[in-house]
């Protein structure tokens, strides 16, 4: 359940029947994931801009994250911004760049850290 984000089930006994209550708390879940990401990335993630830490966050709960999924998901920003911060994280060595040309449409970006 932990690793899902999710508190442990509670089960209740009756004399005729077993209740099982799951909990789904998604404020929780989404702290817990920061901390998590924070534990592994390190001081560098008070660094990272919103871009980037929506970047690491798509690769971790994805595995990985393309270009566009990230420009889907921060839609305020602008496609070179997104690129920048992809390149960014990619130089600091959050990010390794999966392509088989330099300008590959099928180019994607996996967490390592």
Known sequence: MNKFFLDDP???VDTNSVNLILKNNIIMRTFR???DLESKIGEDWKQLNFIEQAAV???YEHGTVRTRELSAAVDNYSLS???NALKHLTVMG????V?????SPNQYYRLIK
């Open 99 to 103: 392509a088989v040309a330099p300008t």
């Open 94 to 97: 959050i990010f390794e760049r």
């Open 33 to 35: 994931k920061n901390d």
């Open 57 to 59: 966050g798509l690769a």
């Open 10 to 12: 509670v089960y209740k």
């Open 81 to 83: 911004s997104v690129r």
